[in-house]
């Protein structure tokens, strides 16, 4: 089965604080791929990133950084001093290779950023 | 144009009422999908085309029917909805390989804001 938990439903932080959203998932597959998604208001999926099975290097994009872990199937995502802006909500998502193109999302987490 | 975009925001309707959205890629984007996004829900796909052709359906009633005269553009048929449908329609698209497995990252349009009187 596919699963994607984030366990964090709401965070709020203060402007400048760092934050890091939780993303667990579940999978049977060897080879599979791990995202992030931002919705701002307006209701678009923003894409943020994209981690394969085999690539465990944790990556750094500006003030955006994401923890790959798959001895505890996590895949982390860590907004440092954060803004206003990052208000929205995250999403983590799955997809493995041998259940065609279906993602598996997670129900979001909710981040305000209070100035 | 770029991305995705959706057709219309925004749209209210009765039940007994006949609509349609609409998506249409510019990303040179294979495939294509409808999600349903209620409140406190994950998403849910609704349904899949590789190449213009229907692979999957999400056991979706049959009120909502899909549409996909080419591979840029996808519509969502709407007729006899229950208020229970009111949510966020999001369509999404990406490069499929030859084997029909997505190789590359779903992009997502801005989503069609649904209400059912």
């Known amino acids: 089965a596919q699963k994607v938990t984030q366990a964090q439903t709401e965070i709020s932080v203060v402007e400048k604080e760092d934050v890091t959203l939780d993303c667990v998932y579940e999978?049977?597959?060897?080879?599979?791929?791990l995202f992030w998604y931002k919705q701002p208001p307006s209701g678009e999926l923003v894409f943020l990133i994209r981690?394969?099975?085999?690539?465990?290097q944790n990556e750094i994009s500006g003030r955006y950084s994401w923890n790959f872990q798959k001895s505890t199937s996590s895949f982390n995502f860590t907004i440092t001093a954060s803004q206003v802006v990052d208000s929205a909500v995250y999403f983590c998502?799955?997809?493995?290779?041998?259940?065609?193109?279906?993602?598996?999302f997670g129900t979001g987490t909710s981040l305000t950023v209070i100035p | 144009e770029t991305g995705v975009t959706q057709t219309p925001r925004h749209l209210v309707m009765g039940m007994t009422n006949k609509k349609s959205l609409k998506c249409e890629q510019h990303?040179?984007?294979?495939?294509m999908y409808w999600y349903k996004q209620s409140a406190k829900k994950p998403l849910e796909l609704m349904f899949v085309?590789?190449?213009?052709?229907?692979?999957e359906n999400n056991s979706v009633p049959s009120r909502f029917s899909p549409e996909c005269p080419n591979s840029s553009h996808l519509f969502l048929h709407l007729h006899t909805l229950q208020p229970e449908d009111s949510a966020l329609y999001l369509c999404?698209?990406?490069?499929?390989?030859?084997?029909?497995?997505?190789?590359?990252?779903?992009?997502f349009g801005p989503g069609t804001r649904l209400t059912v009187l």
């Open positions: 999404a698209s990406s490069q499929v390989g030859t084997s029909g497995v997505s190789t590359d990252t779903q992009y």
């Open positions: 999978t049977r597959d060897t080879t599979y791929y």
């Open positions: 981690r394969n099975s085999f690539d465990e």
């Open positions: 998502a799955l997809r493995g290779t041998n259940t065609g193109n279906q993602f598996y």
């Open positions: 990303l040179g984007h294979n495939a």
């Open positions: 085309y590789n190449f213009k052709e229907q692979t």
